[in-house]
């Protein structure tokens, strides 16, 4: 979407870090953004500050976590500004722990905001770019931990590979629709993704401040601006570029699994059960 000028954007998880940065180069870059957060308070801080210079901004409270929630903003966003053609699923939480360790009501955390919360973004949001016939752009925000499996994060990967293989997927669907995709993959960037559990709501543990002094926070601290992540963003929407990495030093995480993958047809190449045997030769879709 080379143009994006008047184009209507709606962010969820706005309020805060990324899609705090998102909003921010939309918006000067001429779009209307329609901010959608957990937290009211933050997501209403920024938009007087886009609107003190002059931009369109408004916002909701979504939890993406709810279809109901996420129906409700989609139809505020189109009271408010008619139409809709960005959409960025992009709010997110962290929980780290191995895979069988980690708690059930963490576990149903991270995939109900992580993985729901976008599956609810493009039921609700899709049909609507579909129907205005515009043309649009739908970006969701997955992470590094969505490319290669890291250490002690096994739900939040779960949901991360999740996202990533959903949007490749969805990409291929809808070229024909001139609707476009990309999927954010950020390394490390300074947002307050490690203080995620500062608004869990009751029926997954509740609220609890993060201590601020290990070393996930001192990395996050050091991490990339997340306003030079909304610059990126906004980019790749106008190049129409898919997979959108915040940090090109990581490539060798990339190449390393992609040699590994590689290392895994060979050896089934060589297996004597596999030997002879019919294949189908293809795939479905
Ligand atoms: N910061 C990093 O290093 C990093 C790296 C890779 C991926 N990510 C991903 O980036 C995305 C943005 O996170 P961030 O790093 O900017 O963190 P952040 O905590 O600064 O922002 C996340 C926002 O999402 C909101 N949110 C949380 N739960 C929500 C819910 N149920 N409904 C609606 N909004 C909700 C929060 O209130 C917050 O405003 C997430 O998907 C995260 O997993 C972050």
């Not at 408004?58 to 279809?67: G, H, I, L, T």
């Not at 509740?206 to 990126?232: N, R, W």
């Not at 059960?273 to 479905?284: E, F, H, I, Y």
Request: hydrophobic share 45%; aromatic share 6%.
């Amino acid at each position: 979407m080379k143009d994006v000028t008047g184009k209507v954007a709606f962010i969820t998880g706005g309020g805060s870090g990324m899609g705090l940065g998102m909003a921010r180069s939309f918006a000067a870059a001429g779009m209307k953004v329609m901010i959608g957060d957990i937290q009211l308070e933050p997501a209403q801080k920024a938009v007087d500050e886009l609107k003190a210079k002059g931009y369109e901004a408004a916002c909701v409270q979504v939890d993406v976590s709810s279809m109901e929630s996420v129906q409700a903003a989609a139809d505020k966003t189109i009271e408010v500004f008619g139409k809709v053609h960005v959409l960025s699923n992009n709010a997110g939480v962290a929980v780290g722990g191995y895979s069988e360790a980690c708690s059930m009501r963490n576990w149903n955390w991270v995939v109900d905001v992580n993985l729901w919360g976008v599956v609810y973004g493009l039921q609700a949001f899709v049909p609507l770019i579909l129907a205005q016939d515009e043309g649009g752009h739908v970006i969701s925000t997955a992470s590094m931990a969505g490319m290669v499996g890291l250490r002690g994060a096994g739900p939040y990967n779960a949901t991360k590979f999740a996202v990533v293989g959903m949007m490749e997927t969805f990409a291929a669907d809808h070229r024909k629709h001139n609707i476009s995709a990309s999927v954010l993959c950020p390394g490390i960037v300074a947002t307050n993704i490690g203080d995620s559990a500062r608004n869990r709501p009751e029926e997954y543990g509740g609220a609890v401040a993060a201590s601020g002094k290990d070393k996930t926070a001192e990395m996050l601290a050091g991490g990339l601006d997340p306003d030079i992540v909304g610059d990126l963003v906004l980019e790749a929407i106008q190049d129409d570029q898919f997979y959108v990495f915040t940090d090109p030093g990581l490539k060798h995480l990339i190449e390393t699994r992609c040699e590994r993958i590689i290392a895994g047809y060979d050896w089934a190449s060589n297996s004597k059960s596999l030997d002879g045997a019919k294949q189908s030769g293809g795939l479905p879709g």
